[in-house]
């Protein structure tokens, strides 16, 4: 054996495992923190509250109406006699959240809010042509009337709504308004939806397709020029 060699070998101390424990121990608990960090930021944004808004792009799903009314206040559409118009919006709710998410209410464009006390109705109709008009001198014309009709039933979205983790709400937004508050109102344009929640405020914009009225020869109701809370 070459003597250099056997001096090197005679020479070299046995590895210390002692002294390298510290080194190991400290590698580890980096390793887990680093672990533990990532886990926790994971579960931080699988909870953060997440709520998404989509809107309904089938027709007529969109829309403010002027709904039809009986003079005597008889199987009208809901209690709010005195407002001309109704806002009315299908959307989907998503929580993309793993925590639950509660809603209060609903407001639009900062001023109109559907909360749990607001009452829609089942259904509404809309004449937008009438069978008969009048023409000049007294004469009469008869033709072929339209209504249109936005039969909703039970599919309102009715505060205070839970929706579970990662789930889906689907139904319809209402706001009765004024006849003065139409000007309030972008039909087609962008709105905004304020969705007030246990987690705060989300706000979403949203879209009007258009404005629904009545045939402009019925009688208006007298009670639209008042300003009264049912």
Known sequence: ????????????????????????????????????????????????PNL???QAHRGKTSVVIEPEWNDKDENNPDIYSNRRYRVIIEVTLKNKSSNPISI?????????????YTQPGSEYSVEVRRSIHKLPYGITAGGRGRMESFPISEKWIKPIVTIKPYGIVQGYLFWPI??????????????TISVNTTFGNFDFNVKLSELITRDKELKGREAWSKRIEP
């Open 52 to 54: 998404v808004l989509e």
């Open 104 to 116: 209060s209410s609903f407001k639009l464009n900062s001023l109109y809010e559907y909360n749990q």
């Open 1 to 48: 054996m070459n003597l250099d060699l056997l001096k090197i070998m005679t020479t070299v101390q046995p590895l210390n495992w002692t002294d390298w424990t510290p080194i190991v121990i400290s590698t580890m608990s980096l390793i887990i923190a680093i672990g533990s960090a990532v886990l926790s930021l994971i579960s931080y944004l699988h909870g953060k």
């Open 178 to 191: 004024y006849d003065e508050d139409l000007k309030n109102i972008n039909i087609k344009k962008n709105n």
